[in-house]
Structure formats: structure tokens, C-alpha cells
């Protein structure tokens, strides 16, 4: 079984600019989170959808942040303008269901510089 | 006050020993427990998810889980330093909608 893919793995960018990251996750799962973990941190939850909905966003930066999963599979992260704050490992998890076990995919390392 | 409090260590234990990791949480309504171990440069994996109050035993890892102090713990057994890493514990949390919290993490290192 395929795991939760990510790309890119890593992005160096100045601040201001934008960024997107793309995540597929395992096949027929249904729930699709993202995550930012800033080193030496654990991971905060950005947001989580359930197929195509959402579930929870009440952590995602929406001044500057946004995200979709448009046909409940893949899905997008986008950081618009991104602030030197950004700069963390995103990470892309998916889950059979709410509430079960999440799996992780390798991450999308930023800096902004 | 977090939500998900974890002694960020590090903790260290000479190999063979019990490495004992805890971890409380704030919200009664809270249902259900995983710990994950992430190791430097790489992404969180599960080692053991937890539903009820008690013990659970995988192998070298046991949970556990008293809902009543709102604390989950890992014990990890005949300590490996192929287990030096950070164990993270995470709580889905059900009180005003479903979300997932991390707590930071705790820093293992088994010393061979």
C-alpha cells in the first residue's frame, strides 16, 4: 500500500512570496490533515478535511493561508504572502476515518527567507 | 495552560532499562490516545493508539490510559538505542468539534 505522498520536499522562498504545497494521500482514506511543526515543536493542526469538507480550520492563518482537497483526494496547501515565521516542516497526514489512525507523509520542509 | 503536556525531556536511560513517558491533557471529553515516535528529519509514526482505561501492550511498548487523572503514558521495555527519538503524544479532542492536538514532545536518548 502506497503511502501519504508530499511535494515538494523542500522549498526555499523570500518572504512575500507564495508557496504551495500538494499532498495525495492514502488510497480510500477519507480524512486529510495538515499540519505545521516548527522545529522543536510538536505538530499543530492547520486544518482537516473530511472528504471535501472541512472538519477544523480554527488554527489555519486565513489572512495568508488557504487550502482545498476540490474531489476529496489530493489536496493543497497555499501560503500567500508567506512571512519568515512560515518557515517549518509541513506535514500532510491521512486517516481511514476521524478519529483513527493518522498516517504521515515525509513532509515539505520551508525556509523563508 | 496546553492542552497536551509532555515533559520535553530529554530523558535518558542506559540500554536495557524502562523509559517511562508521560503525557496529561486538559479536556475531559477527550477519546482518544496514540503515541507517535518521530525521529530527527523524519515524520511521526505510531507506535501504539490507546481507546480505554487500562494497559495495552504491543511487543516492548505498553500504554497507558486513566481517563479519570486525564494522563496516557508509554512505557517502553528492554530499552533499544534504535529508540532514541522523540515520542509525541496525541489527543482527539471531541469538545467543541473534533480536533487532533500534539503535545511538543519528549527527547528519549538510550545510551549503549
Known amino acids: 500500500e502506497a503511502g501519504v505522498a508530499q511535494s515538494p520536499r523542500y522549498k526555499i522562498i523570500e518572504k512575500r512570496q507564495s508557496v504551495a504545497f500538494w499532498c495525495n494521500p492514502i488510497?480510500?482514506?477519507?480524512?486529510l490533515y495538515w499540519y505545521q511543526q516548527i522545529l522543536g515543536q510538536g505538530p499543530k493542526l492547520l486544518i482537516q478535511f473530511q472528504n471535501n469538507g472541512v472538519v477544523d480550520d480554527s488554527q489555519l492563518p486565513k489572512d495568508r493561508f488557504s487550502a482545498e482537497r476540490l474531489k476529496g483526494v489530493d489536496s493543497t496547501l497555499k501560503i500567500q504572502p508567506a512571512k519568515l515565521e512560515d518557515s517549518a516542516v509541513y506535514l500532510c497526514?491521512?486517516?481511514?476515518?476521524?478519529?483513527?489512525?493518522?498516517?504521515f507523509g515525509p513532509g515539505t520542509r520551508l525556509l523563508v527567507l | 495552560q496546553k492542552e497536551v503536556e509532555q515533559n520535553s525531556g530529554p530523558l535518558s536511560v542506559p540500554e536495557g532499562a524502562i523509559a517511562s513517558l508521560n503525557c496529561t491533557y486538559s479536556?475531559?471529553?477527550?477519546?482518544?490516545f496514540f503515541w507517535y515516535r518521530q525521529y530527527s528529519g523524519k515524520s511521526p509514526e505510531l507506535i501504539m493508539s490507546i481507546y480505554s482505561n487500562g494497559d495495552k501492550e504491543d511487543g516492548r511498548f505498553t500504554a497507558q490510559l486513566n481517563k479519570a487523572s486525564q494522563y496516557v503514558s508509554l512505557l517502553i521495555r528492554d530499552s533499544q538505542p534504535s529508540d532514541s527519538a522523540t515520542y509525541l503524544c496525541?489527543?482527539?479532542?471531541?469538545?467543541?468539534?473534533?480536533?487532533?492536538?500534539f503535545g511538543a514532545g519528549t527527547r528519549l536518548f538510550v545510551k549503549a
Open positions: 497526514a491521512s486517516s481511514f476515518h476521524l478519529e483513527e489512525t493518522q498516517y
Open positions: 496525541a489527543v482527539n479532542r471531541f469538545t467543541g468539534g473534533f480536533k487532533t492536538i
Open positions: 479536556d475531559r471529553g477527550s477519546q482518544s
Open positions: 488510497s480510500g482514506h477519507a480524512t
